[in-house]
């Protein structure tokens, strides 16, 4: 049977539960069914997880971690974007009607009042409790607004205050509103059995994630992945030294550091090896790029300065495939230590960094016994490469600084 109809653009509610416009497919033997929800219908129709704590049905334990960065990306960003959530239902629970001349392929998908209950959410959990604790929130906020406004008029508080309060009220209940009818897309599989649920979530996350040279590279939001581009293309120790292609530098590459570890330096050089970068700072970074630039320009002119192999990469002359196996100096956790060490030497004192320079220009960088590195506990017994675990990363940030304040008291007490 096919029907005639006009065809909603997203899935509405009916006194029989829903109806919605679909692509009809066959995937993996089931029936499935592709369409549209609004977030407002997401957070009605779809199943809600609120044991937070246990493995159920077809769902791992619900990270509210997760789902509150989830909940934050959707607010903050206007371009926002998601997959589909899938969904899982007895398929003798369902009818699907095509409309006329789709091949059967689009139609009329309708599930009964008494299925919405049976509906089982296997992939996409976060995203709903996100989209639940959105809409939830917000109305909370947006009433709290009203009332503070309410409050602020009776007690004859100054107008600017009032008017500062009504134009925070009129963005967030303008977004809410707009977020509200936003839709997000549903996959509904034809299929009862939880067993073979728990099967289709463990071969979805089986996708293969996006490596973290791709993600530096395509996310513009992060300010140091852009501040990364900026740094690459005005140094001369980064110059044709950075590696765009793979997310680690082979021993036989010429190159220095992959740009994902370039824009993770970055951040170490600001803010340290563990430091955070809070939002609103972030926000600060993200208005001013030269707030992440101007530092990472100090460091890498320290750099130059502190070692002979980085005035030999700024000149031409270093062959890194070649030198890497006489010294660490182009090994990737030795230079965020280095970061880190300058950042914390030159956030303590001051700025003063000339201190520093004689340590470091003087140490034995090679994996030699007794050598620098080992001192400092990055290298240990065999082993050729650092250690990159946080214990021996900041006992190591700890033997730079010790061995710069030794140094430099020794020199004044000399003079």
Do not use: C
Not at 171 to 194: C, T
Not at 318 to 337: D, Y
Request: no cysteine; hydrophobic share 40%; aromatic share 6%.
């Amino acid at each position: 049977m096919t029907q005639d109809v006009d065809i909603p653009a997203t899935a509405s509610p009916t006194f029989g539960g829903l109806a919605a416009s679909a692509l009809s497919f066959k995937q993996g033997g089931r029936s499935v069914y592709a369409f549209s929800l609004k977030l407002e219908q997401l957070d009605g129709l779809l199943p809600q997880r609120v044991d937070d704590e246990v493995v159920r049905d077809a769902n791992r334990r619900l990270d509210r971690h997760h789902a509150d960065s989830i909940h934050r990306y959707l607010w903050e960003n206007g371009h926002w974007i998601s997959g589909a959530v899938m969904v899982a239902v007895d398929p003798t629970l369902v009818s699907f009607e095509p409309y006329r001349n789709t091949d059967n392929l689009f139609g009329l998908l309708t599930i009964p009042l008494g299925a919405l209950g049976r509906l089982k959410l296997f992939d996409g959990q976060h995203r709903r409790r996100a989209v639940h604790d959105l809409i939830d929130e917000r109305t909370t906020r947006v009433r709290e607004l009203e009332r503070t406004i309410r409050a602020a008029i009776d007690s004859r508080h100054e107008e600017g205050v009032i008017v500062k309060l009504r134009e925070e009220l009129e963005g967030d209940r303008d977004r809410l509103r707009e977020l509200k009818h936003e839709a997000i897309p549903v996959l509904l599989y034809g299929e009862a059995e939880i067993k073979s649920l728990k099967q289709m979530f463990a071969d979805a996350a089986k996708a293969r994630p996006i490596d973290a040279l791709t993600k530096a590279r395509f996310d513009s939001r992060d300010p140091f992945n852009r501040a990364a581009e900026l740094v690459m293309a005005g140094s001369v120790i980064l110059d044709g030294h950075v590696e765009m292609e793979r997310s680690t530098v082979a021993r036989t590459s010429e190159m220095l550091i992959t740009f994902n570890q370039l824009a993770t330096l970055l951040k170490t050089i600001l803010v340290g090896y563990y430091g955070r970068v809070s939002r609103a700072r972030a926000i600060d970074l993200d208005g001013d790029l030269e707030l992440i630039t101007a530092p990472a320009e100090r460091f890498f002119k320290f750099l130059t300065a502190a070692r002979d192999e980085y005035s030999r990469l700024a000149d031409g002359s270093a062959e890194l495939s070649r030198e890497r196996g006489a010294t660490l100096a182009f090994n990737n956790t030795i230079l965020r230590v280095l970061a880190a060490a300058w950042q914390a030497w030159v956030s303590d004192r001051e700025g003063d960094e000339d201190a520093l320079i004689p340590v470091l220009r003087d140490a034995d960088f090679s994996i030699a016994p007794n050598s620098f590195w080992r001192r400092a506990g990055l290298i240990s017994g065999s082993s050729s490469t650092p250690v990159a675990r946080r214990q021996e990363v900041q006992a190591a940030i700890t033997y730079v600084i010790a061995e710069a304040t030794r140094a430099s008291t020794g020199r004044r007490a000399a003079s």
